[in-house]
């Protein structure tokens, strides 16, 4: 295995090994499913609630983007292979990162519930590239006989999320 060489190389007697670049891949996978997840799975619920009391809309309108936000979402992961075979995956990340966030704004800076539409198909276009499919597509191309772990440890946020909400449920 290679060994790190410098001051640290040989701390107390231990050879320190370089950690497998897969490894730091799952770890950024982890850090965007946390990401996508919590602003684009869970996010929409939280903005249905809080334009429904801050603007006044009905929660039919609100829910109807919301509803725009994952058929966006579903429309987009279909694509989502051939984007990454075309423009690579962190390239396409990168873009849904940057949807999702310009999205985001969108949803709070709404003043009108058309606009909400836009703002839907940001995030939705942006949740995409970094949901299920995206970190899977992340992490697989990296390991062979580690493959589950590696892609339950990125998908892990996911099951964070989901034990939260329901320890947290009304």
Not at 9 to 26: P, Q, S
Not at 105 to 124: E, M, N, S, V
Not at 142 to 164: D, K, V, Y
Request: proline share 5%; glycine share 10%.
């Amino acid at each position: 295995a290679p060994t790190r060489r410098g001051p640290l190389a040989n701390v107390a007697g231990l050879r320190l090994r370089e950690v497998f670049f897969g490894w730091k891949v799952v770890g950024a996978a982890f850090v965007a499913a946390l990401f996508a997840y919590g602003t684009g799975l869970y996010g929409p619920t939280v903005f249905l609630h809080a334009l429904q009391k801050t603007q006044g809309w009905t929660i039919a309108t609100i829910s109807a983007a919301v509803t725009v936000h994952f058929l966006v979402s579903a429309a987009a992961v279909s694509f989502l292979s051939e984007a990454h075979r075309r423009f690579g995956i962190a390239v396409v990340t990168r873009v849904g990162t940057a949807l999702l966030c310009v999205g985001l704004l969108a949803w709070g800076w709404a003043q009108a519930p058309w606009q909400l539409f836009g703002a839907a198909a940001l995030t939705g276009a942006g949740y995409a590239t970094m949901s299920g499919a995206g970190i899977i597509a992340m992490v697989s191309p990296w390991f062979e006989r580690m493959r589950p772990i590696a892609e339950r440890h990125g998908l892990t946020p996911l099951q964070l999320a989901c034990q939260w909400n329901l320890a947290h449920a009304p």
